[in-house]
């Protein structure tokens, strides 16, 4: 088999969505060197909608594909590169990350994962042809205003179903649920069963589940078939709405970071994964509420994220992890008097040995990631020594004879 070209990148980021278009356009705009992967149409999941009302700055709504070609516009702009085409399998072993596609292997310092998700479909027949803009909808959010005093059908039982059912009948004058259960039985919470139940607007199709979706163009027609009895009822619609769960697209990721119970990424409210230098982004990762707003925010901070952990990794490699001189590390805390009082001793202690060690301090507060590349649970107080580019010893003495001794020793090695 042919081997796989590589190319390097600060920065590669997966999914061209909302959340990684932003995530780039924070990177090119950084000038770091960014490579986003889009398997499908850039601008994800929002592309599929006709009217985005409630992204600010669009008094009068814009349609999803003219939004997320602005935010393409503007991410090119900044000199990001895009390449169409899936990845397959991801290395975020060691400084340099790998994201493998069928023909290349790309190298990056750090990874933005903004792959997304995609909602659970019924299967039944004729769905496809109603997906999104044609009857079929998957947010109640979205698509609530847009039926103002029509018929809509929700289909499934769970919290979103009914929660968002509830919201529905704000504006729909019905809203009909299909229900899987016998009669009074359902999957969300008791609360919101009993207030579904005595909502007016809402009436129930009990022991239920979609034949299949009818229209001309457009779905104007859902046909229940009653589990129990195999009786087939049709229902007339402008809208059906789908809550059977939401599939995040991590399945090549599952080896790498441990995904939360529905396979969700979980992170940092810095979108840090857990994984140094690989963040997670937008609708992939655990989060309350999907839109294309909160996916921006995601963006941002991990576009933010990435800039600063490559920035850290540069100081940390050519700096503090130096291989010219036996070194050592002082971490201590502006704000803890003990540790930041003894930092004139330290300088002291660098000046005495006339150029042959070298001091680097960090701060816990301000330098907290380079704290986690030397160790995860890191106290005020605590000494590093390096040789040859490596990390020899972590001791908490911070006396003068100490750190003295330990120095000494690795003169002596050196
Ligand atoms: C029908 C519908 C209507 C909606 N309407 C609204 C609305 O009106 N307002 C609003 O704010 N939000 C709306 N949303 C929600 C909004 O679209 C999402 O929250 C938002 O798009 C999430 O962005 P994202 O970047 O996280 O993910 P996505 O948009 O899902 O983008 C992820 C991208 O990653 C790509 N990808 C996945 N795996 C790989 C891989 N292995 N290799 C390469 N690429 C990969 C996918 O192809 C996809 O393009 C709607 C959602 C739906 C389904």
């Known amino acids: 088999m042919r081997e796989k070209k590589r190319e390097r990148y600060d920065v590669v980021i997966i999914g061209g969505g909302a959340a990684g ?24 999941l929002a592309t599929y909608t006709n009217e985005i009302e409630n992204f600010p ?75 999104f803009d044609k009857g079929i909808s998957f947010c109640a959010t979205c698509d609530a205003a847009a039926n103002e005093g029509k018929t809509v059908m929700i289909i499934g039982s769970g919290d979103a179903a009914i929660e968002e059912g509830m919201f529905l009948t704000k504006f729909a004058k019905e809203v009909v649920v299909s229900v899987i259960h016998d009669e009074g039985k359902m999957d969300c919470n008791e609360i ?23 229209g001309d163009g457009h779905l104007d027609n859902v046909e229940l078939k009653n589990l129990k009895t195999g009786k ?28 939360d119970r529905q396979g969700y990424v979980p992170t940092n409210e810095l979108m840090e994964t857990g994984v140094p230098g690989v963040f997670g982004a937008g609708d992939v990762r655990v989060k309350e509420l999907k839109q294309v707003a909160t996916a921006v925010g995601d963006g941002a901070i991990a576009g933010v994220g990435a800039e600063k952990y ?41 000046q005495s040995y006339q150029g042959k060690v070298k001091m680097s301090v960090i701060d ?13 649970d890191v106290e005020p107080m605590t000494m590093f020594y390096t040789l040859n580019g490596e990390l020899v010893a972590t001791e908490v003495e911070c006396d003068r004879p100490h750190v003295e001794e330990r120095l000494n020793k690795l003169l002596a090695k050196a």
């Open 21 to 44: 278009l932003t995530a780039a356009i924070y990177c090119g705009r950084a000038r770091l060197n960014t490579l986003l992967i889009e398997k499908g149409l850039v601008g994800g």
């Open 57 to 131: 700055g669009f008094p009068e709504g814009i349609g999803g594909l003219g939004l997320m070609e602005k935010f393409h516009a503007q991410a090119k702009k900044f000199g990001v590169k895009f390449k169409g085409t899936d990845v397959k399998e991801v290395n975020f072993e060691g400084e340099w990350k790998e994201v493998h596609t069928f023909r290349n292997v790309f190298e990056a310092r750090a990874v933005i994962v903004a792959s997304g998700g995609r909602p659970r479909t019924t299967g039944a027949i004729g769905e496809k042809d109603y997906l």
């Open 192 to 214: 919101a069963k009993e207030q579904a139940m005595n909502n007016p607007k809402m009436s129930f199709a009990w022991n239920t589940m979609v034949n299949s979706f009818k």
């Open 232 to 259: 087939m009822t049709d229902y007339k619609v402008d809208t059906c709405f789908e809550f059977i769960g939401y599939i995040p697209n991590t399945e090549i990721f599952k080896e790498n970071f441990k995904l």
């Open 310 to 350: 490559i920035a850290d990794s540069e100081v940390f490699e050519n700096q503090i992890m130096q291989s010219e001189k036996p070194g050592f590390i002082y971490v201590y805390s502006a704000i803890d008097d003990p540790s930041r009082e003894l930092l004139p001793m330290m300088t002291e202690i660098e």
């Open 364 to 376: 816990i507060y301000k330098g907290r990631r380079l704290c986690d590349r030397l160790a995860c």
